[in-house]
């Protein structure tokens, strides 16, 4: 059994240890916020905070998780929902699909960081890939949150 603390809550579960997170939290705990994108750590959909850390969950394997503090879209931390709600306020999803991983990213770069650069945010932003071209309201929505 293999215990993982996502948030705020223990969950265990019976999965190959070499299993990546991504399908653990959406095949197995139900937490399908978490998207697949390219499964191969090039794209952020997948990111979830791991230790206040943003991660791509299809590259961990999920017996390394154990004794992590791990974070993902449907928690609720302060500056993830203040930034889901700048991220609404200006209408920030096209299709969506990326936007999952972009929060989280963004979630991780204000815990560390809370007022972030241009330049703070491009870099923290940078491996987050958005196929609808979304990146300059998910700065503007950033930087309102910031403020
Ligand atoms: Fe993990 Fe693309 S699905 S980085």
């Not at 991660?55 to 993830?80: D, F, H, K, Y």
């Not at 560390?112 to 990146?135: F, H, L, Q, V």
């Amino acid at each position: 059994m293999i215990t993982l603390n996502i948030n705020g809550k223990n969950h265990e579960i019976d999965a190959d240890p070499s299993m990546p997170l991504l399908w653990a939290l959406r095949d197995i705990i139900g937490y399908t916020g978490t998207k697949y994108g390219c499964g191969k750590g090039l794209c952020g959909s997948c990111m979830v905070l791991m230790d206040g850390t943003a991660i791509n969950s299809c590259l961990m394997p999920v017996s390394a998780m154990q004794g992590r503090t791990l974070i993902t879209i449907e928690g609720e931390t302060e500056n993830l929902q203040k930034l889901q709600q700048s991220w609404a306020d200006l209408n920030v999803p096209q299709c969506g699909f990326c936007q999952p991983g972009q929060l989280i990213s963004a979630t991780a770069l204000l815990n560390k960081n809370p007022k972030p650069s241009e330049e703070d945010i491009d870099n923290a932003m940078a491996r987050n890939i958005c196929r609808c071209g979304t990146y300059q309201r998910i700065k503007k929505a950033i930087q309102n949150t910031a403020e």
